[in-house]
């Protein structure tokens, strides 16, 4: 489950979405170019769940609105690292997220 392997990377650190994409792709190879677009719902059901951090973009530390998000998420692609004049999105685990995570609410193993 993409969902779950998000919030692992997110309750270590704050992660770039290339870096998530880059995961991702390792453990779902059959997802092919469907990649992004598994990523960008996974990332905005994690949002909408709250258990997300909503980001930093262009660099600096800014809390990003849901609707916000979505924009990135849909204009920006996730394959590369950033550079500069990038539009990135940063995630990282919200406390609730974290409980979440390791409480198990998105239990078993996840699917590949």
């Given at each position: 489950m ?24 390792q453990?779902w ?9 598994a990523?960008s719902?996974?990332v905005?059901?994690?949002?909408d ?9 262009d ?7 849901r ?5 990135v ?9 950033p550079h500069?004049?990038?539009r990135d ?11 979440a995570y ?8 996840p699917?590949?």
């Amino acid at each position: 489950m993409i969902e779950h392997e998000i919030l692992s990377l997110a309750t270590e650190d704050y992660q770039g979405l290339w870096e998530i994409r880059s995961q991702v792709v390792q453990l779902w190879p059959a997802l092919g170019q469907d990649v992004e677009e598994a990523l960008s719902k996974a990332v905005l059901n994690l949002l909408d769940r709250g258990w997300l951090f909503e980001g930093l973009l262009d660099g600096r530390a800014t809390a990003l609105r849901r609707d916000r998000a979505r924009e990135v998420l849909r204009s920006a692609p996730v394959s590369a690292p950033p550079h500069e004049g990038s539009r990135d999105l940063w995630i990282a685990a919200t406390e609730a997220g974290e409980r979440a995570y390791f409480s198990g609410a998105l239990a078993g193993s996840p699917e590949r």
